[in-house]
């Protein structure tokens, strides 16, 4: 296990122990065996364990969209398809996410933090559907699609009897099923 995951495996264990504000940056490298200075190499500072600083959730989303594109599917399946594509992750790490969904639930700030990340995860999106489709389409897409995910995570955490890309695709054809044939 690399620094860097053996910090977000500290954090996490001491943020359910003792409370995000009561952990100190010492005792998650303490926790991790590193030193502080190695805490601070990978992340900017406390809250930046938790999130995914680089995007790359985003960034794989997008990927998926610039490498499946097809003239045929409209662009909020094909953003959806993006989000059930890097979902396995999520599966793999269940009882990471519960735990990290729980203490930034449990903290405004890191909340308002998450809202930020949302944002991020829309833009790239959008971005990547930009390229192939219209920019005002595209961002409402992107909107949709990190909405029938955020509604998807929700339902994944409250019950493990389906996978997240079960979930995604669920919210989805509720999405086309109801709203989209309402007149």
Not at 3 to 11: D, F, H, P, R, T
Not at 99 to 127: F, M, T, W, Y
Request: hydrophobic letters at 45%; glycine letters at 4%; proline letters at 2%.
């Amino acid at each position: 296990m690399k620094s860097k995951e053996k910090l977000q495996a500290a954090a996490a264990k001491l943020f359910m122990e003792k409370g995000y504000e009561n952990t100190t940056v010492q005792e998650i490298a303490d926790l991790a065996g590193v030193t502080e200075r190695t805490f601070f190499r990978q992340f900017k500072n406390k809250p930046d364990v938790l999130f995914d600083t680089n995007n790359e959730m985003g960034q794989q989303v997008a990927a998926f969209i610039t490498n499946n594109f097809d003239i045929g599917k409209k662009p909020l399946k094909l953003a959806v398809d993006g989000f059930v594509s890097i979902s396995g992750f999520f599966d793999n790490s269940r009882e990471r996410v519960l735990a990290r969904n729980q203490i930034i639930q449990n903290n405004p700030d890191l909340q308002e933090r998450e809202l930020l990340k949302g944002q991020l995860l829309i833009a790239s999106v959008a971005n990547s559907l930009c390229a192939q489709y219209d920019s005002d389409l595209s961002e409402l897409a992107a909107r949709f699609a990190v909405e029938i995910f955020h509604m998807a995570f929700i339902k994944w955490i409250n019950s493990a009897e389906k996978s997240l890309a079960e979930q995604l695709l669920n919210v989805y054809d509720l999405y086309v099923n109801s709203i989209c044939s309402v007149d």
